[in-house]
């Protein structure tokens, strides 16, 4: 009785065994999806693994995508964008702005004092104005959705930044080259790097103040390094950074039709508004790690923040006269599509 008890749940093992092997024997086109955020970021567990699995179910288990976040294919941020043009790996994701110079159009949205106060609102009016402005800096590569983040915050590792004479002669981390801009032209000595550097700058004091939005302070516990926190409210924040989630052209043209309509389902400004709702999320859950660490917080007075923007009205001005004779029709328009979002949003429709 034994033996037999034995060889029906051995069967069944087996046959569990089989049905996987077959499941996963049964995806046509698999594909490597590479970003530089933990495994365990919002980013990785809200966005990257949802997406993916969705596009296997509608797919019927056709498509597979393998996720490698951390930068687990080797090279660094800066490269993800390449990698997915080249076909290193199928699909990336990455910051713009950790190539300055490579988007010039898209980095109107990272001008100072640009950032909708929602990361919905902004994601979308990104979105738009990438498919319309920029599909010459991106017609390397399949673009699946663009998208920004919330508007960034000061965290200090000393004291809070209360003015812009607390910046003079801070060393502060700057996310792009408008706001390595924008702080210098406040005393600040800016330092350009990418997030995954902060942890490490932070603790050997390389930088004084990071600059970044609460949803990464939290999973490279910044809070517990930099535990004071200036925040910038009101209609538009001090910053944003804009990301390109592209997937590599030929990977993408391979597939038969009816699969490309897959992930054309699962891209534009659909994917851009789910992004920017769950950053807007993010944002206030990490935020509150801060707060339950005992941290300070402080908010700058709008007399204070008008400084700054005077300040910081030069990047805004060279930017536009870079652009060239299309700078401040394209600064307008990056204006009134984050406008335009703000009302629909409003009255709830889109």
């Known amino acids: 009785m034994k033996i037999k008890n034995l060889m029906v749940a051995l069967g069944i093992s087996l046959s569990g065994l089989t049905t996987a092997i077959s499941a996963q024997a049964e995806a046509e086109y698999s594909f490597k999806l590479h970003h530089f955020l933990p495994p365990m970021s919002m980013v990785n567990k809200e966005i990257m693994e949802p997406w993916a699995e969705k596009i296997a179910?509608?797919?019927?288990?056709?498509?597979?995508?393998d996720i490698y976040p951390a930068m687990q294919l080797g090279g660094k941020p800066p490269q993800l964008f390449d990698q997915a043009r080249k076909g290193v790996a199928d699909i990336t994701w990455t910051v713009a702005g950790y190539t300055p110079g490579r988007f010039p159009k898209g980095s109107v949205f990272e001008l100072p004092f640009m950032a909708a106060s929602s990361d919905e609102v902004a994601s979308m009016a990104m979105q738009e104005y990438g498919e319309k402005e920029m599909q010459k800096e991106l017609s390397d590569v399949h673009v699946l959705a663009l998208h920004t983040h919330s508007p960034g915050s000061l965290?200090?590792?000393?004291?809070l930044i209360k003015s812009m004479a607390d910046l003079s002669d801070k060393k502060v981390r700057a996310p792009n080259k408008a706001m390595a801009e924008a702080f210098t032209n406040v005393g600040a000595s800016a330092l350009f790097m990418p997030v995954t550097q902060m942890t490490?700058?932070?603790?050997?004091?390389?930088?004084?103040?990071?600059?970044?939005?609460?949803?990464?302070?939290?999973?490279?516990?910044?809070?517990e390094?930099?535990?004071y926190h200036t925040e910038i409210k009101g209609d538009r924040g001090l910053y944003l950074q804009f990301f390109i989630f592209s997937m590599n052209k030929?990977?993408?043209?391979?597939?038969?039709?009816d699969l490309q309509q897959v992930i054309d389902n699962n891209s534009g400004i659909e994917l851009a508004q789910?992004?920017?709702?769950?950053?807007?999320?993010?944002?206030?859950?990490?935020r509150q790690v801060a707060v339950d660490n005992g941290n300070t917080f402080y908010t700058l007075p709008a007399d204070e923040t008008q400084?700054?923007?005077?300040?910081?009205?030069?990047?805004t001005d060279d930017w536009i006269d870079d652009m060239g004779s299309d700078g401040q029709r394209l600064y307008d328009e990056a204006n009134q599509l984050i406008k335009k979002y703000q009302q629909q949003l409003q009255v709830g429709s889109l």
């Open 200 to 223: 490490s700058a932070l603790s050997k004091g390389i930088v004084d103040v990071a600059v970044l939005p609460f949803e990464v302070v939290a999973p490279f516990k910044i809070h």
């Open 155 to 159: 965290h200090g590792r000393d004291s």
């Open 274 to 286: 789910q992004i920017g709702q769950k950053y807007d999320k993010a944002e206030l859950v990490a």
């Open 57 to 65: 179910k509608e797919s019927n288990g056709r498509i597979k995508i």
């Open 225 to 227: 390094l930099a535990p």
């Open 307 to 315: 400084h700054w923007k005077q300040a910081m009205q030069s990047v």
């Open 250 to 257: 030929k990977a993408y043209e391979k597939l038969p039709a």
